[in-house]
């Protein structure tokens, strides 16, 4: 076929013009496509010349600049990406997108300090060689709660200003103890001396939950008003979990190698305090409004009816000392509370349980690894599964959603007990952490429908408190139980099988517990000063 010009390129030759550039193709690194076609057709093709030295590294470094040019285009429509997630659904005016980047910090020094003292702390202990080593084990992870739980809950309800101030401290305070590590470290063997390594990962348990307490409280001041709890902490959740856990976690490991192997340094450390002080400069970015506790009113587990704070008959109110008001949690929120205690002390044993099986078993270090990767990778797909699909249910009647969710992982105990399998142990985890995220999200549900909004936080933190007293008792019977996979669930589904009878006795308004079970209204009122008055 023949290659006549067109009728547009006749008008312009007989208008003595040029025609128009062509229209350049989408890459825009490459000339475009109709522009050496006009040309080949309007002339000759020149003959080959000679290639040299400059032509080549011309070439090179046109390439060169082009893949710098590209990867940072792609970094900046990464950033780009996050950041409208961040600051979404009027994430930015209400301020919590500025807790969002303490959250992932937060998480991401957890993840350093795992890959600095895991051969140094973990491990050593995960061998059962030393009871002693395994004993100071334990207290490291049981102490942190034991404190917590009794102590920052009730600060909580006592600090009128400085939550911003407490995050940052948490974060400040977790630097100091790594430079500490990073002074006492040993080159040569990779190790710290005993005196200042249990302490010191002692003081970073004790701060890293403190900081998971404080923020649950700081929480509800910073929710946009278009999306609900659940969904603010689920998000928190996804951007801890991939920019924490995965991204610093990757690098800590990174440097971590690259420290060791050529500077015998512990560079996981040299992370922590970089993020760490990161963390405490995000902190203070917090906005100001969510150091307003004005009208706030503390909640209790407890609940004593109409009756006065006390117990006593209303006539009988006046004479007590009127104590400051209180309000009580709600048979849902008490059922749901249970229900995520429950499933949470399935979560700290398979947090630490795995890691002692695989290490008492005389196998290779790739098979141990292959343990530990089985049952690492089941928690990380459920909790993402969990999180995506508590995100989009519809939260309609929370405490039953709590209830199956906690016979769902007392179910997939009891089949690993039996067993005794891994792969079905693998799938008891998958099971465990994608109930976990919908029970937390479905205990948040509660906490915002049922309670006022003057004791949402305090709420809150309190039931985080209580959360991680849960995790420490799954958490020592993983610990202490003897290294069969079969014995170790046989053990944890006994305390599962206790802990689901009393969601379940809550659900329906009883208790095997008085005072901590599910006979009250839904929807309790004030207790102290405030009942009195009204009476």
Request: proline share 6%; with cysteine; charged share 15%.
């Amino acid at each position: 076929m023949a290659n006549y010009p067109s009728d547009e390129e006749l008008a312009y030759r007989g208008a003595g013009r040029r025609p128009p550039d062509p229209t350049p193709s989408a890459n825009r690194y490459l000339p475009p496509l109709d522009s050496e076609r006009g040309r080949s057709a309007g002339r000759s093709t020149p003959p080959p010349r000679s290639r040299g030295v400059g032509d080549s590294a011309g070439e090179r470094i046109t390439v060169t600049r082009a893949a710098a040019m590209r990867s940072r285009e792609m970094g900046e429509r990464m950033y780009s990406m996050v950041h409208r997630a961040a600051i979404a659904d009027g994430a930015d005016e209400s301020g919590l997108t500025a807790l969002t980047w303490p959250v992932v910090a937060n998480f991401a020094v957890d993840s350093a300090m795992a890959v600095a003292l895991a051969n140094t702390l973990f491990f050593a202990a995960a061998t059962g060689e030393s009871k002693g080593k395994v004993a100071l084990y334990l207290l490291i992870t049981i102490a942190p709660f034991a404190i917590i739980a009794p102590l920052i809950g009730p600060a909580l309800d006592r600090v009128q200003h400085g939550r911003r101030a407490a995050l940052a401290m948490s974060f400040m305070l977790r630097t100091a103890l790594a430079i500490v590590l990073i002074m006492n470290y040993d080159g040569a063997t990779g190790s710290y001396p005993s005196w200042v390594l249990y302490p010191c990962a002692l003081g970073m348990m004790v701060f890293s939950k403190s900081f998971s307490v404080l923020r649950s409280a700081v929480t509800p001041r910073v929710m946009p008003p278009t999306i609900d709890l659940v969904r603010v902490n689920s998000r928190l959740t996804v951007f801890g979990l991939i920019g924490g856990t995965i991204v610093g976690g990757g690098i800590a490991a990174g440097v971590e190698y690259v420290f060791t192997t050529l500077f015998e340094l512990p560079g996981a450390l040299f992370v922590v305090v970089f993020v760490t002080l990161a963390g405490a400069s995000l902190s203070m970015r917090i906005p100001r409004w969510v150091e307003v506790t004005e009208g706030e009113v503390p909640t209790t587990l407890t609940y004593h009816g109409h009756s006065g704070p006390l117990g006593g008959r209303p006539d009988d109110a006046a004479t007590e000392p009127i104590s400051s008001p209180r309000q009580p949690l709600g048979r849902n929120i008490i059922t749901s509370l249970w229900g995520n205690c429950t499933i949470k002390a399935m979560v700290g044993f398979l947090f630490l349980y795995p890691a002692f099986v695989a290490k008492a078993h005389q196998a290779s270090g790739w098979v141990q690894l292959g343990m530990l990767g089985t049952i690492g990778a089941a928690a990380g797909i459920g909790n993402f599964a969990g999180n995506f699909t508590a995100a989009r249910l519809r939260l309609g009647r929370p405490a039953v959603l709590v209830v199956r969710a906690t016979i769902a992982v007392t179910g997939a105990a009891l089949a690993a007990a039996v067993t005794g399998n891994l792969i079905v142990a693998a799938v008891a985890t998958l099971i465990t952490s994608g109930s976990s995220a919908i029970a937390k999200a479905s205990l948040d549900a509660s906490l915002q429908d049922d309670l006022p909004e003057e004791s949402r936080a305090s709420a809150f933190g309190r039931s985080e408190s209580v959360l991680q007293l849960a995790w420490v008792m799954g958490g020592a019977v993983g610990v202490l139980v003897y290294t069969e996979l079969w014995v170790g669930f046989t053990a944890i589904s006994s305390l599962l099988i206790l802990g689901l009878a009393q969601t379940i006795v809550s659900n329906r308004g009883g208790s095997l517990i008085p005072g901590f079970g599910g006979n009250r209204p839904v929807l309790a009122e004030q207790e102290g000063a405030s009942a009195v008055t009204d009476q």
